[in-house]
DNA sequence: ATCAAATTAAAACGTAAGTTTCAAACGCTT
DNA sequence: AAGCGTTTGAAACTTACGTTTTAATTTGAT
C-alpha cells in the first residue's frame, strides 16, 4: 500500500483518470462509509453497501484500512483532528485578544468550527457533527481508548476557559453546565430532535446551520451563566 | 398464543412457577430486549443473546413477537405510552391547579415522569430515557409512523403550553427553544456525554437523577426564557 | 522495455444472523 | 383421564456478513 505522503508528492496521477475529480479508492471509501455510518449506523451499515456506493472492489476495505473497525476509526480520526485543532485555534486566539472571557466567546470557539465544517462539503460538512452523535451513543470501545489519549486537552482547555470566565460558580456546576452545554450544541448541529419522533413536520427539521446558531446561541449562553 | 387481557385473569400461574417471581417468557424477553437495546444498540444485539440471558428458546421471540423489528416495537412501545400519559397528567394537574403557568412548571411536567420512571426498575428504571436516546438517532422507520399518529398530542400540548407560558416570544422562537429544551433533558437523563469521549471520568457520569435535575432546570429553565 | 511492488478483481470461506419447522411438553376444560 | 389449544424445545434452513485467498492488472522506477 502506498502511504499518504506518497500520493501528495505524484498529484499527476488523478490527471490520468478518465473521470475528473475521482478521488482514489481509500478516499472514496472513506467519503461514503462517513455517509453510510452517520445513516444507519455502524452494525447497519454492511462492507458490500459501501463498496457498491463507492464503486470499489469489496476487498479493497480490508486491503486499504485492515477492517470494518479500522475503517470506522479512520473515518472518524480524519474528523476529529482538524475539528478540534480548529477549536483550540479558536481558543488560542480569544485569550490572545485581550477580550473579556465570556460564556459568549467561548461558545463561539466552539460554534465556529462547527459551523465551518458544516457549510464545507470537503470536510465532511454537516455530516461530522451527526458522526460524532452517533459515534457518542455507539460507544465503540476502541475509540474510547484513542480518544482519552490524543483530546483530552479539549476538555481541559474548555473546562479552565469556563472556569476563569464564570469564577462565580464553583468547579462541580461548571462541569455540570458544560455537560449540558456542549450537550445541545453537538444535538443542535446533528439535527437530532426528540420531538421529532413524535410529529412529522417541525420548524427545526430545515437545518440551516445559520439560523440554528442563531437560536442556539442565546439558549446555551442563558443555561450557562443562569445563577444556581 | 394466550392474550395479555386471558394472563391477567389467571394470576394463579406463577404461583406454580418452582422459581418465585420469574415473570413470564413474553415479559423476560422483553426485559431483557429492553436492556441489550439499549446497550449495544438494535442491530448489534442478536436474537440468541437475548433469549440465551433471558433464558427462553430461540424461537420464543418469533413465537410470541413475529420478528425482531415487531418486538423492538413491542420493547419501545410498552413504555412508551404510560410515560407520555405521565407527562399529560402532570400538564392537566398543572393547568388546573390555577398556578402561574412559568417555564419552571412546565419543565417539571416532563421532568417528574423522568424521574419517577428512572427510580422505578420495574419500569424500566433509567433504561427507558436511554431507549428513546438511542432510538432517536437509530431513527426505525417503523416506529416513527406509529408515534407520530398516537403521540403527537405530546408535542402539540406542550407548544401550546410553552406559548401561554412565553407569550412574549414568537412560535418560532418557542419551537427552536423546545427543540432544545426537550433535547438537553433527554440527552440529561440518558446520560449522554460528548464530553466523556475525550476523557475517562467526569463527574456528571455518575448519574444520580436527582443531582441530574438539581443542575438542569435551572439551565433548560434560564435558556428557554433567555431574551431573544 | 522490464521487473517488482502496489493495487484491483473475483471468488470462496467460515461464521453468525433471523427465521421456520415440527415434535414434545404443558395447561386448561370437559 | 382425555383432548385440544398454547407454549416450549431442538434443529435445520436461508441469507448475509466480514474476511481471506489467489490471480490479474496497474503503477513507478530502473
Redesign the pocket.
Known sequence: ??DKAT?LL?PM?VQ?DMEVNKP???TRILDVAERLFVEHGFEA?????ITQQAE?????????FG???ALFESVFMRRIGPFVAACLAELDALEQSGQALTAEALVLTFIKPCLMLSKDPTKGGALFVRLMSRTLVENHRLLREALNQQYSVFVQRYTSAFQAALPQFETEDIAWRMHFAFGVMFNAFAGNDVLKIFVRSQVVSARDPDMVVKHLVPFVVAGLTAPV
Open positions: 500500500m502506498m500520493q505524484n496521477k490520468d482514489d479508492t481509500a451499515t454492511s462492507l458490500r453497501m470499489v472492489n469489496l476487498a479493497a476495505v480490508n486491503y486499504h477492517s470494518k473497525d
